[in-house]
């Protein structure tokens, strides 16, 4: 049974920063694409950023220079470093699993997902 648990969504001022993770389970971690994605309600949920096994990131063009993804594969954790922050990057923020394929920004492609972790960046 796969699983996928994030931690460390909370809310902070505008131009700090956040330190989100995800726990995997059930998955062999190592040969997963990882991803982020985003959701506001009303809105239709959106890569952030993905990394293969090995460790090559990609990134949405809004988060490219400001967040960092990163994971350990012998701890089966994925990290999310959100760094300058902006109201607009309130959301709930998803961890999702593509298993054994590239990685791909298409929220679709990715099998396994997690509850979610809501981010609020005040002004």
């Known amino acids: 049974q796969v699983q996928l648990v994030e931690s460390g969504g909370g809310s902070v001022q505008s131009g700090g920063s956040l330190r989100l993770s995800c726990a995997a389970s059930?998955?062999?971690?190592?040969?997963?694409?990882m991803g982020w994605f985003r959701q506001v309600p009303g809105k239709e949920r959106e890569g952030v950023a993905f990394i293969y096994g090995d460790g090559g990131p990609g990134y949405a063009s809004f988060a490219a220079g400001r967040f960092i993804i990163s994971r350990d594969n012998a701890e089966n954790t994925l990290v999310l470093e959100m760094n300058s922050l902006k109201p607009e990057d309130t959301a709930m923020y998803y961890c999702?699993?593509?298993?054994?394929?590239?990685?791909?920004?298409?929220?679709?492609?990715?099998?396994?997902w997690g509850q979610g972790t809501q981010v609020t960046v005040s002004s």
């Open positions: 059930g998955v062999t971690f190592s040969r997963s694409c």
């Open positions: 999702a699993a593509r298993i054994g394929r590239p990685c791909t920004s298409n929220e679709n492609d990715y099998e396994y």
